[in-house]
């Protein structure tokens, strides 16, 4: 049985937010806001490739 993917789909989102939150951080000079956000666009990319994994092993691809 295949599996919805629009997980990935919300994860990409989130990851081109995280993007715009680093470079808004840049923008502004604040370098908290730039490592709060590398940090949640690593985070997402782990939880993506997670998933990935998990769907392939279990033939929802």
Do not use: D, H, P
């Not at 295949?2 to 990409?12: C, G, Q, R, T, V």
């Not at 989102?13 to 690593?42: D, K, N, Q, R, W």
């Not at 994994?53 to 279990?58: D, H, L």
Request: no cysteine.
């Amino acid at each position: 049985m295949k599996k919805s993917k629009s997980i990935f789909l919300f994860l990409a989102i989130m990851a081109v937010i995280m993007l715009i939150v680093i470079s808004a951080g840049i923008a502004e000079g604040s370098i908290l806001t730039v490592i709060i956000g590398l940090l949640l666009f690593i985070s997402i990319f782990g939880i993506g490739f997670t998933q990935k994994k998990k769907y392939r092993e279990n033939g929802w691809l």
